[in-house]
């Protein structure tokens, strides 16, 4: 079984900064890939960021140029990198792993856009 926790999210002005970290139980080195999804009330919930095995990345078009999904396999633990922050990236993000035909996610953490 493998075990995410997200951490980071908080209440930010716009324009303003934060970094999601995602902790995982186990070596990331080889999984198929990780990503980073997000919900707002009443909306499905949607791909931000996407990380392949072999580092190929995606990016919602909403989020391109501001957002950068990195990881460190030494620590088990990948991110979010959110820079320009708008009101409408308010949303409940999650992390995501997928481990051959398995998929684990995390608890979720709130990010929250606001002057």
């Known amino acids: 079984q493998v075990q995410l926790v997200e951490s980071g999210g908080g209440l930010v002005q716009p324009g303003g900064s934060l970094r999601l970290s995602c902790a995982v139980s186990?070596?990331?080195?080889?999984?198929?890939?990780m990503g980073w999804y997000r919900q707002a009330p009443g909306k499905q919930r949607d791909l931000v960021a996407l990380?392949?095995?072999?580092?190929?990345?995606n990016y919602a078009d909403s989020v391109k140029g501001r957002f950068t999904i990195s990881r460190d396999n030494a620590k088990n633990t990948f991110y979010l990198q959110m820079n320009d922050l708008k009101p409408e990236d308010t949303a409940v993000y999650y992390c995501?792993?997928?481990?051959?035909?398995?998929?684990?996610w995390g608890q979720g953490t709130q990010v929250t856009v606001s002057s």
């Open positions: 186990q070596s990331i080195f080889s999984f198929d890939n």
């Open positions: 990380r392949s095995y072999w580092g190929v990345t």
């Open positions: 995501k792993v997928d481990v051959g035909a398995l998929d684990y």
